[in-house]
């Protein structure tokens, strides 16, 4: 059990943080004419760039597709991040706008923190360190350094702070502790994978204050947890949309949908990009923290890997968890047709060298978690396949 009470978060900028939906309304209106010179009633028409379609509008035109407000030279850093897209860095402080998110897990000034992700190319390094320089958080700049360096970093310099993936924070623990060297850390913001409760639970078990965060290389902070553990507030100065997966509108509260950002940093704007990321918007409730923001349910998978069928939602990653517990089965892909105005599902499976298997066992087991009713064929799946290959035509 830990030693002492978990650290309290904090409001860093009430005056947004409790914008009432009115005020949100007419702050993001003002930011986006500002930036834009369109309203958010105009903002619905405009096109939506995917990560490949600005890496295509870079390619034609370096280094950054136009987009940049001013020139090269006001820049601090450019970044390649994965995709590939290349990322500037403006000159605000707090350029990926972090700080309320660090804020509200518990972050202050004069916190020693290590921060975990990577300074090499892109952009992630930087994101947090900005963030936690803003709010006066002394930086350990880790990076992707070795883990016994970073374990004995973090010991002599004593971290008070993380910032990072969740499984790296558990494996510095669980090494330190294997060492015999004493860490520090009382708060953690967690990014960059999924944080699964019983991870949080055990990281809190030494002590250790973890809350979450959602950001993307192009777009920075777009959402982050509160206290009440229970979904993440929308960053209040960008535009998150949820939009349908099949028609593109806005989608309601708990309804899945593809994840568009919209920024309005002085030095490159960025309208309703993109992220690939599904997520869903809670149902609006007053947040016992006082936040007013929407939140966010969480990153609920990536688009192509959730659709539509039947009317129910299947995503890859339920499919892949009913399969893994079929050692038999090698790779798998999901076909989805189309006949007569009704859609049909089968799981095209390839099994392991002499292996068998009970294709009634699997598909019942599949249908329990995916909710859809789908045939097993047994059959060669290419490696690196998507997990679900969508062959209707819509017409
Ligand atoms: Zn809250």
């Known amino acids: ?56 509008m870079q390619a034609e035109d370096p280094p950054l597709a136009g987009l940049l ?13 994965p995709g590939p897209t290349y990322v500037p860095q403006g ?47 002394v930086v350990i700049p880790a990076g992707t350094a070795e883990t016994i360096a970073q374990v004995k970093a973090a010991s002599v310099l004593k971290a008070t702070g993380y910032a990072g993936t969740p499984s790296f ?5 669980l090494r330190a502790r294997e060492l015999n060297l004493p860490l520090h850390f009382e708060v953690a913001f967690a990014t960059a994978e999924m944080l699964p409760e019983s991870l949080r639970v055990e990281l809190e078990g030494f002590g250790i204050r973890v809350l979450q965060g959602y950001a993307t290389a192009d777009l920075g902070v777009l959402a982050y947890e509160c206290s009440e553990k229970n979904g993440m ?9 949820i939009l349908d997966l099949e028609s593109g509108k806005p989608a309601e509260p708990g309804q899945p949908g593809q994840v568009v950002g919209t ?27 006082g936040r007013t923001a929407p939140k966010l349910k969480g ?36 076909v989805v047709t189309r006949a007569e105005h009704q859609d049909h599902l089968e799981y095209l499976v390839e099994l392991g060298p002499g292996a068998s298997l009970d294709t009634e066992a699997l598909a019942e087991a599949l249908r329990e978690v995916v909710k859809v009713r789908g045939g097993v064929r047994i059959g060669a799946v290419a490696a690196g396949a998507p997990r679900i290959d969508d062959r209707r035509v819509w017409k």
């Open 1 to 56: 059990m830990a030693a002492h009470p978990l650290r309290e978060g904090r409001l860093l900028n009430p005056e947004l943080e409790l914008l009432d939906a009115a005020g949100r309304r007419a702050y993001l209106d003002a930011r986006l004419r500002a930036t834009a010179r369109i309203g958010l009633e105009e903002l619905g028409q405009k096109p939506i760039p995917r990560k490949d379609t600005l890496s295509k």
């Open 69 to 81: 407000a001013g020139p090269v030279s006001r820049l601090r850093r450019m970044f390649a991040s």
């Open 91 to 137: 000159s605000a402080i707090d350029y990926w706008r972090f700080g309320m998110a660090f804020a509200a897990c518990g972050m202050r000034a004069g916190d020693v923190v290590m921060n975990t992700l990577s300074y090499h190319l892109t952009p992630g390094g930087f994101m947090l360190d900005s963030g936690l320089r803003s709010l006066g958080c």
């Open 169 to 173: 924070l558990r494996t510095l623990l």
């Open 233 to 241: 507030h929308l960053q209040p100065e960008c535009i998150v949309e």
């Open 263 to 289: 920024t309005f940093d002085a030095d490159y704007p960025l309208l309703r990009f993109a992220t690939g990321d599904v997520s869903a918007l809670l149902p609006e409730a007053p947040c016992p923290c």
């Open 299 to 334: 990153i609920l998978g990536r688009v192509g890997d959730a659709i539509k069928v039947k009317g129910m939602f299947v995503r890859g990653s339920q499919m892949e968890e009913v399969m893994r517990t079929f050692p038999a089965v090698l790779r798998f892909q999901a």
